[in-house]
C-alpha cells in the first residue's frame, strides 16, 4: 500500500524549531520529489518547500527562506523539513506529497498525500 506519513509536528513556542518527517511506505522515494505544503484555519492550502528527485534541487516559499530547510535521506525512505526561527503565522497542519522527479507549484500534480501533521506556534 502506498503510503505518506508525516510526524514531528507540536506546539512550540515562537523562535522554536521543530523537524517534520516524512515517512513513505510501498513505494521508494528516490525518484520522487517531495513538496511540503500547510492550510492554516480559514486558508488554503499553500505551498512551503519542496526537494526533487533528479538533482536534489529545493524551493522555498519567500515566508519560509531563510528559517526552514529541506532534505531527504533516501536510504530511510523519508524526508525532512526542519524549520527553525518559528512564527505564530507558521501555525497550520502541514502535509507532504509526491509526485515523480521535479517539483510542480500545482498541489494537482502530486499523486500521493500524507495526512497531515499539526503545528502550532504558540506563547
Known amino acids: 500500500q502506498v503510503q505518506l506519513v508525516e510526524s514531528g509536528g507540536g506546539l512550540v513556542q515562537p523562535g522554536g524549531s521543530l523537524r517534520l518527517s516524512c515517512a513513505a511506505s510501498?513505494?521508494?522515494?528516490?525518484?520522487?520529489?517531495i513538496g511540503w505544503f500547510r492550510q492554516a484555519p480559514g486558508k488554503e492550502r499553500e505551498g512551503v518547500s519542496c526537494?526533487?528527485?533528479?538533482?536534489?534541487?529545493?524551493y522555498y516559499a519567500d515566508s519560509v527562506k531563510g528559517r526552514f530547510t529541506i532534505s531527504r535521506d533516501n536510504a530511510k525512505n523519508t524526508v525532512y523539513l526542519q524549520m527553525n526561527s518559528l512564527k505564530p503565522e507558521d501555525t497550520a497542519v502541514y502535509y507532504c506529497?509526491?509526485?515523480?522527479?521535479?517539483?510542480?507549484?500545482?498541489?494537482?500534480?502530486?499523486?500521493?498525500w500524507g495526512q497531515g501533521t499539526q503545528v502550532t506556534v504558540s506563547s
Open positions: 526537494i526533487s528527485s533528479s538533482d536534489g534541487s529545493t
Open positions: 510501498g513505494f521508494t522515494l528516490d525518484y520522487y520529489a
Open positions: 506529497a509526491g509526485r515523480p522527479v521535479v517539483c510542480s507549484r500545482e498541489q494537482t500534480r502530486y499523486d500521493y
